[in-house]
Protein backbone atom coordinates (compact mmCIF):
# COMPACT_ATOMS: atom_id res chain seq x y z
CA UNK A 1 0.00 0.00 0.00
CA UNK A 2 1.53 3.33 -1.25
CA UNK A 3 1.29 6.48 -0.46
CA UNK A 4 -1.12 9.53 -1.47
CA UNK A 5 1.48 12.56 -2.64
CA UNK A 6 0.65 16.13 -3.12
CA UNK A 7 3.40 18.19 -5.10
CA UNK A 8 2.67 22.55 -4.64
CA UNK A 9 4.44 24.19 -7.21
CA UNK A 10 4.74 21.19 -9.57
CA UNK A 11 5.17 23.52 -12.79
CA UNK A 12 8.36 25.41 -10.96
CA UNK A 13 11.71 24.12 -11.62
CA UNK A 14 12.33 22.39 -7.94
CA UNK A 15 8.43 21.13 -8.51
CA UNK A 16 9.29 19.30 -11.61
CA UNK A 17 12.09 17.80 -10.04
CA UNK A 18 10.00 16.38 -6.99
CA UNK A 19 7.50 14.72 -9.67
CA UNK A 20 11.15 13.07 -11.43
CA UNK A 21 12.82 11.94 -8.50
CA UNK A 22 9.64 10.10 -6.97
CA UNK A 23 9.35 7.98 -10.52
CA UNK A 24 13.33 8.08 -10.09
CA UNK A 25 13.21 6.26 -7.18
CA UNK A 26 10.47 4.52 -7.23
CA UNK A 27 8.74 6.27 -3.96
CA UNK A 28 5.59 4.02 -3.35
CA UNK A 29 2.69 6.25 -4.33
CA UNK A 30 -0.74 5.00 -5.23
CA UNK A 31 -1.93 8.48 -6.38
CA UNK A 32 0.38 11.93 -6.81
CA UNK A 33 -1.47 15.22 -7.34
CA UNK A 34 0.26 18.24 -9.20
CA UNK A 35 -0.92 21.43 -7.97
CA UNK A 36 0.38 25.38 -8.62
CA UNK A 37 -1.51 28.24 -8.88
CA UNK A 38 -4.39 29.24 -10.57
CA UNK A 39 -2.52 30.23 -13.78
CA UNK A 40 -1.53 26.87 -14.13
CA UNK A 41 -4.68 25.31 -13.70
CA UNK A 42 -5.56 22.48 -16.35
CA UNK A 43 -1.75 22.69 -17.84
CA UNK A 44 -0.45 19.12 -18.38
CA UNK A 45 3.23 17.70 -17.29
CA UNK A 46 4.92 14.74 -16.67
CA UNK A 47 5.15 12.43 -13.60
CA UNK A 48 9.00 11.69 -14.22
CA UNK A 49 10.02 10.16 -17.24
CA UNK A 50 6.86 7.34 -17.67
CA UNK A 51 3.95 7.95 -20.04
CA UNK A 52 2.26 9.39 -16.97
CA UNK A 53 0.42 12.50 -17.32
CA UNK A 54 -0.98 15.07 -14.78
CA UNK A 55 -3.10 17.70 -14.59
CA UNK A 56 -2.94 20.50 -12.98
CA UNK A 57 -4.72 21.50 -10.04
CA UNK A 58 -5.64 24.80 -8.70
CA UNK A 59 -3.73 25.33 -5.12
CA UNK A 60 -6.85 27.56 -3.67
CA UNK A 61 -9.80 25.09 -4.35
CA UNK A 62 -7.32 21.81 -3.42
CA UNK A 63 -8.90 19.77 -0.52
CA UNK A 64 -6.04 18.21 1.30
CA UNK A 65 -7.95 15.88 3.19
CA UNK A 66 -7.18 12.29 3.23
CA UNK A 67 -3.45 13.06 1.32
CA UNK A 68 -0.60 11.62 3.26
CA UNK A 69 2.20 14.22 2.15
CA UNK A 70 2.68 17.83 0.72
CA UNK A 71 6.21 18.38 -1.10
CA UNK A 72 5.77 22.32 -0.92
CA UNK A 73 7.79 24.19 -3.78
CA UNK A 74 6.32 27.23 -4.30
CA UNK A 75 8.04 29.76 -2.01
CA UNK A 76 6.75 31.53 1.05
CA UNK A 77 3.74 33.48 0.05
CA UNK A 78 1.81 30.61 -1.18
CA UNK A 79 3.14 28.17 1.72
CA UNK A 80 2.08 31.05 4.22
CA UNK A 81 -1.33 30.31 3.13
CA UNK A 82 -1.80 26.97 2.06
CA UNK A 83 0.65 24.50 4.29
CA UNK A 84 -0.80 25.17 7.60
CA UNK A 85 -4.31 24.60 5.79
CA UNK A 86 -2.87 20.94 4.57
CA UNK A 87 -1.51 19.83 8.00
CA UNK A 88 -4.52 21.46 9.80
CA UNK A 89 -6.27 18.34 7.59
CA UNK A 90 -4.10 15.81 8.20
CA UNK A 91 -0.93 16.00 5.16
CA UNK A 92 2.55 16.22 6.53
CA UNK A 93 3.88 18.98 4.90
CA UNK A 94 7.61 19.14 3.58
CA UNK A 95 8.31 22.51 3.04
CA UNK A 96 11.05 23.40 0.33
CA UNK A 97 10.60 27.66 0.99
CA UNK A 98 12.56 29.65 4.37
CA UNK A 99 8.99 30.04 5.95
CA UNK A 100 9.24 27.41 8.31
CA UNK A 101 13.19 26.41 9.01
CA UNK A 102 13.69 28.34 12.09
CA UNK A 103 10.42 27.64 13.77
CA UNK A 104 11.36 25.65 17.01
CA UNK A 105 8.48 23.50 16.87
CA UNK A 106 9.26 22.99 12.92
CA UNK A 107 12.21 20.46 12.70
CA UNK A 108 14.69 21.02 9.86
CA UNK A 109 15.99 17.81 8.19
CA UNK A 110 18.77 16.83 6.10
CA UNK A 111 18.14 12.92 6.25
CA UNK A 112 21.93 12.08 6.33
CA UNK A 113 22.80 14.71 9.01
CA UNK A 114 19.94 14.81 11.82
CA UNK A 115 17.41 11.94 10.70
CA UNK A 116 15.88 11.98 14.37
CA UNK A 117 15.29 15.28 14.56
CA UNK A 118 12.03 14.25 12.07
CA UNK A 119 10.67 12.68 15.38
CA UNK A 120 9.32 16.39 16.29
CA UNK A 121 7.15 16.77 13.11
CA UNK A 122 4.09 16.16 14.94
CA UNK A 123 4.50 19.54 16.67
CA UNK A 124 2.79 21.18 13.70
CA UNK A 125 2.62 18.50 11.11
CA UNK A 126 5.18 20.40 8.85
CA UNK A 127 8.62 19.57 8.21
CA UNK A 128 11.40 22.07 6.80
CA UNK A 129 13.67 21.14 4.19
CA UNK A 130 17.11 23.67 4.65
CA UNK A 131 18.81 25.87 2.24
CA UNK A 132 20.12 24.61 -0.96
CA UNK A 133 23.60 26.13 -0.20
CA UNK A 134 23.22 24.76 3.49
CA UNK A 135 21.76 20.93 2.73
CA UNK A 136 25.25 20.10 1.07
CA UNK A 137 27.07 21.61 3.01
CA UNK A 138 25.81 19.95 6.41
CA UNK A 139 26.25 16.10 4.55
CA UNK A 140 30.30 17.04 4.23
CA UNK A 141 30.62 18.31 7.50
CA UNK A 142 28.73 15.65 9.46
CA UNK A 143 31.19 12.84 9.41
CA UNK A 144 33.89 15.38 9.88
CA UNK A 145 32.15 16.99 13.32
CA UNK A 146 31.58 13.02 14.74
CA UNK A 147 35.42 12.63 14.59
CA UNK A 148 37.36 15.80 15.53
CA UNK A 149 34.30 18.20 16.73
CA UNK A 150 34.26 21.39 14.08
CA UNK A 151 34.83 24.62 15.79
CA UNK A 152 34.45 26.85 12.91
CA UNK A 153 33.57 27.15 9.37
CA UNK A 154 34.63 29.86 6.31
CA UNK A 155 32.77 28.87 3.95
CA UNK A 156 32.31 30.77 0.24
CA UNK A 157 29.67 29.92 -2.28
CA UNK A 158 29.56 29.73 -6.22
CA UNK A 159 25.79 29.29 -6.62
CA UNK A 160 24.52 28.56 -9.77
CA UNK A 161 21.29 30.78 -11.48
CA UNK A 162 18.43 27.91 -11.27
CA UNK A 163 19.11 29.04 -7.63
CA UNK A 164 17.17 32.12 -8.48
CA UNK A 165 14.69 30.18 -10.35
CA UNK A 166 13.48 29.66 -14.44
CA UNK A 167 13.48 33.81 -14.27
CA UNK A 168 17.58 33.68 -13.33
CA UNK A 169 18.34 30.51 -15.77
CA UNK A 170 16.92 32.88 -18.77
CA UNK A 171 18.67 35.52 -17.76
CA UNK A 172 21.80 34.06 -17.95
CA UNK A 173 20.51 32.14 -21.31
CA UNK A 174 19.52 36.02 -22.90
CA UNK A 175 22.19 37.95 -21.41
CA UNK A 176 24.82 35.54 -22.83
CA UNK A 177 23.13 35.78 -26.39
CA UNK A 178 22.56 39.42 -26.25
CA UNK A 179 26.21 40.14 -25.56
CA UNK A 180 27.67 38.12 -28.17
CA UNK A 181 24.94 39.36 -30.89
CA UNK A 182 25.43 43.17 -29.96
CA UNK A 183 22.19 43.57 -27.85
CA UNK A 184 20.97 45.51 -24.65
CA UNK A 185 22.12 43.30 -21.58
CA UNK A 186 20.54 44.86 -18.76
CA UNK A 187 19.79 42.90 -15.38
CA UNK A 188 16.41 42.11 -14.02
CA UNK A 189 16.45 39.21 -12.18
CA UNK A 190 19.41 40.31 -10.81
CA UNK A 191 20.78 43.24 -9.59
CA UNK A 192 23.87 43.17 -12.28
CA UNK A 193 25.02 41.43 -14.87
CA UNK A 194 25.36 37.95 -14.48
CA UNK A 195 26.80 36.37 -17.89
CA UNK A 196 30.21 36.62 -18.08
CA UNK A 197 30.63 38.11 -14.01
CA UNK A 198 30.00 37.13 -10.49
CA UNK A 199 27.67 38.59 -8.35
CA UNK A 200 28.12 39.00 -4.36
CA UNK A 201 24.64 39.53 -3.47
CA UNK A 202 22.33 36.60 -2.97
CA UNK A 203 18.82 37.70 -1.16
CA UNK A 204 18.34 41.46 0.68
CA UNK A 205 20.82 42.89 2.78
CA UNK A 206 21.06 42.56 6.77
CA UNK A 207 21.82 45.55 9.02
CA UNK A 208 25.14 43.74 9.94
CA UNK A 209 26.49 43.66 5.92
CA UNK A 210 25.99 40.45 4.99
CA UNK A 211 22.79 38.82 2.87
CA UNK A 212 19.81 36.64 3.86
CA UNK A 213 21.28 33.89 2.22
CA UNK A 214 24.42 34.11 4.23
CA UNK A 215 22.42 34.16 7.68
CA UNK A 216 20.75 31.51 6.36
CA UNK A 217 23.86 29.28 5.95
CA UNK A 218 24.86 30.38 9.89
CA UNK A 219 21.38 29.41 11.40
CA UNK A 220 21.07 26.45 9.33
CA UNK A 221 23.95 25.19 10.14
CA UNK A 222 23.73 25.08 14.05
CA UNK A 223 19.93 23.84 13.66
CA UNK A 224 20.95 21.49 11.79
CA UNK A 225 24.41 20.07 13.02
CA UNK A 226 25.26 22.01 16.30
CA UNK A 227 24.78 25.15 17.84
CA UNK A 228 28.35 25.28 18.97
CA UNK A 229 29.50 25.60 15.48
CA UNK A 230 30.42 29.15 14.57
CA UNK A 231 29.85 29.92 10.67
CA UNK A 232 30.47 32.67 8.57
CA UNK A 233 29.59 32.83 4.54
CA UNK A 234 30.15 34.85 1.63
CA UNK A 235 27.65 34.02 -0.51
CA UNK A 236 28.03 34.53 -4.61
CA UNK A 237 25.81 34.18 -7.44
CA UNK A 238 28.02 32.76 -10.45
CA UNK A 239 27.03 32.39 -14.26
CA UNK A 240 26.52 28.19 -14.03
CA UNK A 241 22.86 26.88 -14.77
CA UNK A 242 23.01 24.24 -12.50
CA UNK A 243 24.77 22.91 -9.92
CA UNK A 244 26.36 25.15 -6.32
CA UNK A 245 29.95 25.31 -5.53
CA UNK A 246 31.33 25.93 -2.13
CA UNK A 247 35.04 26.28 -0.82
CA UNK A 248 35.27 25.03 2.60
CA UNK A 249 37.50 26.29 5.22
CA UNK A 250 37.26 24.26 8.55
CA UNK A 251 39.29 24.61 12.11
CA UNK A 252 38.24 21.44 14.82
CA UNK A 253 38.79 20.99 18.06
CA UNK A 254 40.70 17.62 17.67
CA UNK A 255 43.37 16.53 15.18
CA UNK A 256 42.50 15.52 11.76
CA UNK A 257 44.56 14.54 8.58
CA UNK A 258 43.66 15.62 5.34
CA UNK A 259 44.21 11.62 4.83
CA UNK A 260 41.73 10.47 7.93
CA UNK A 261 39.24 13.14 6.33
CA UNK A 262 39.29 11.60 2.69
CA UNK A 263 39.29 7.93 4.83
CA UNK A 264 35.93 9.61 6.62
CA UNK A 265 34.28 10.53 3.44
CA UNK A 266 35.11 7.95 1.30
CA UNK A 267 32.55 6.11 3.68
CA UNK A 268 30.04 8.71 4.73
CA UNK A 269 26.32 8.79 3.52
CA UNK A 270 25.35 11.24 0.80
CA UNK A 271 28.76 11.79 -0.36
CA UNK A 272 31.28 11.00 -3.60
CA UNK A 273 34.86 11.57 -2.85
CA UNK A 274 36.83 12.31 -5.93
CA UNK A 275 40.02 13.81 -4.80
CA UNK A 276 43.02 12.96 -7.21
CA UNK A 277 45.49 15.35 -6.62
CA UNK A 278 46.10 15.50 -10.66
CA UNK A 279 44.57 17.87 -13.49
CA UNK A 280 40.88 17.27 -13.56
CA UNK A 281 40.97 15.26 -10.43
CA UNK A 282 38.26 17.49 -8.78
CA UNK A 283 34.34 17.58 -9.88
CA UNK A 284 33.13 21.03 -10.93
CA UNK A 285 29.12 21.94 -11.06
CA UNK A 286 28.43 20.88 -14.63
CA UNK A 287 29.80 17.05 -13.75
CA UNK A 288 27.30 16.74 -10.79
CA UNK A 289 24.38 18.02 -12.53
CA UNK A 290 21.52 15.25 -12.51
CA UNK A 291 23.45 13.29 -9.91
CA UNK A 292 22.01 12.38 -6.38
CA UNK A 293 25.48 12.56 -4.38
CA UNK A 294 27.24 15.80 -2.89
CA UNK A 295 30.68 15.60 -4.18
CA UNK A 296 33.95 16.52 -2.36
CA UNK A 297 37.20 17.00 -3.63
CA UNK A 298 40.31 19.15 -2.93
CA UNK A 299 40.52 18.05 0.43
CA UNK A 300 44.05 19.47 1.85
CA UNK A 301 45.37 20.84 5.35
CA UNK A 302 45.31 23.77 6.44
CA UNK A 303 48.83 24.87 7.93
CA UNK A 304 48.19 28.78 9.07
CA UNK A 305 45.49 27.00 12.11
CA UNK A 306 45.62 24.37 14.13
CA UNK A 307 43.70 21.69 13.22
CA UNK A 308 42.55 22.95 9.87
CA UNK A 309 41.20 21.50 6.73
CA UNK A 310 39.91 23.18 3.31
CA UNK A 311 37.65 21.16 0.79
CA UNK A 312 35.59 21.89 -2.14
CA UNK A 313 32.09 20.55 -2.16
CA UNK A 314 30.13 20.45 -5.38
CA UNK A 315 26.15 19.61 -5.84
CA UNK A 316 23.14 19.80 -8.03
CA UNK A 317 20.73 22.31 -6.32
CA UNK A 318 18.17 21.14 -7.67
CA UNK A 319 18.34 17.60 -6.49
CA UNK A 320 19.95 17.84 -3.28
CA UNK A 321 19.99 21.52 -2.55
CA UNK A 322 16.02 21.45 -2.67
CA UNK A 323 13.45 18.20 -4.35
CA UNK A 324 15.81 15.16 -3.35
CA UNK A 325 16.42 16.46 0.29
CA UNK A 326 12.90 16.76 0.44
CA UNK A 327 12.37 13.25 -1.17
CA UNK A 328 14.64 11.65 1.24
CA UNK A 329 13.04 13.66 4.08
CA UNK A 330 10.11 11.81 2.53
CA UNK A 331 11.08 8.34 2.96
CA UNK A 332 12.32 8.61 6.51
CA UNK A 333 9.02 10.16 7.42
CA UNK A 334 7.28 6.88 5.80
CA UNK A 335 10.13 4.54 7.23
CA UNK A 336 9.85 6.24 10.89
CA UNK A 337 6.22 7.27 11.23
CA UNK A 338 3.76 6.87 8.82
CA UNK A 339 4.48 3.25 7.19
CA UNK A 340 2.02 2.42 5.00
CA UNK A 341 3.98 1.04 2.53
CA UNK A 342 5.52 -2.42 1.99
Known amino acids: MGYRVVVVGATGNVGREMLNILAE ?6 EVAAVASPRSTGDVIEFGETDRKLTVKNIEHFDFAGWDMALFAAGSGPTKIHAPRAAAAGCTV ?16 VPE ?5 IDLYRRKNIIANPNCSTAQMVVALKPLHDFARIRRVVVSTYQSVSGAGKAGMDELFEQSRNIFVGDSNQPVKFTKQIAFNVIPHIDSFLDDGSTKEEWKMVVETKKILDPKIKVTATCVRVPVFVGHSESINIEFEEEISAKKAQSILREAPGIMLVDKREDGGYVTPVECVGEYATYVSR ?10 LNLWCVSDNLRKGAALNAIQIAELLGRRHLKKAA
Open 25 to 30: REFPVD
Open 94 to 109: IDNSSLYRMDPDVPLI
Open 113 to 117: VNPDA
Open 299 to 308: VREDPTIENG
